[in-house]
T-cell receptor, first 115, second 111 residues
Framework: DTEVTQTPKHLVMGMTNKKSLKCEQHMGHRAMYWYKQKAKKPPELMFVYSYEKLSINESVPSRFSPECPNSSLLNLHLHALQPEDSALYLC??????????????FGEGSRLTVL | DQQVKQNSPSLSVQEGRISILNCDYTNSMFDYFLWYKKYPAEGPTFLISISSIKDKNEDGRFTVFLNKSAKHLSLHIVPSQPGDSAVYFCAAREGFQKLVFGTGTRLLVSP
């Protein structure tokens, strides 16, 4: 299994809603990532977990709350989002927990629309 | 400010010819570079990489060239095939675990 699975693929939410994005991998990778990609822009790093511990937070607003319950699962909890948070959210994992090789395995992404 | 730039949003090439995708960067601290390919409705997939201590890396039809003095890298695909049609992202490693991506170049290879 060489897949990173993200659910849901599409999500529409209001600014007062609470929702979560889920990411799962069964490749035994010990580093997992959240990236955000807006239209016609490059993916931008949000968070990195290594060995289930948060190792990088790219100054992301607290309305985004990551969680890594175990080595296979990564969640992104969303609360009180703004319309400008509408984007494609990409999850990735890497075999190398240091990320030294830069080789990431990406999921298809969750497309989020905030109304 | 974009530290990794792909100035050509799109490129069209005929099947069998060479595709050359370009990427420029501004941060001299970048020490490792990668290319990712992305098909519609799929996540990016790793294609090829190069360390800053090298100037060329080859993998089958794909070759990446790095010119450190010019802060420029390029991806050559020879021969190009219709299945290569995708968006190609250049990325640079900034410290451990962080990749900085370019905006991508859409390659269309026509039969």
């Amino acid at each position: 299994d060489t897949e990173v699975t993200q659910t849901p693929k599409h999500l529409v939410m209001g600014m007062t809603n609470k929702k979560s994005l889920k990411c799962e991998q069964h490749m035994g990778h010990r580093a997992m990532y959240w990236y955000k990609q807006k239209a016609k822009k490059p993916p931008e790093l949000m968070f990195v977990y290594s060995y289930e511990k948060l190792s990088i937070n790219e100054s992301v607003p607290s309305r985004f709350s990551p969680e890594c319950p175990n080595s296979s699962l990564l969640n992104l909890h969303l609360h009180a989002l703004q319309p400008e948070d509408s984007a494609l959210y990409l999850c990735a994992s890497s075999q190398d927990p240091t990320g030294y090789t830069g080789e990431l395995f990406f999921g298809e992404g969750s497309r989020l629309t905030v109304l | 400010d974009q530290q990794v730039k792909q100035n050509s949003p799109s490129l069209s090439v005929q099947e069998g010819r060479i595709s050359i995708l370009n990427c420029d960067y501004t941060n001299s601290m970048f020490d490792y570079f990668l290319w990712y390919k992305k098909y519609p409705a799929e996540g990016p997939t790793f294609l090829i990489s190069i360390s800053s201590i090298k100037d060329k890396n080859e993998d089958g039809r794909f070759t990446v060239f790095l010119n450190k003095s010019a802060k420029h890298l390029s991806l050559h695909i020879v021969p190009s095939q219709p299945g290569d049609s995708a968006v190609y992202f250049c990325a640079a490693r900034e410290g451990f675990q962080k990749l900085v991506f370019g905006t991508g170049t859409r390659l269309l290879v026509s039969p």
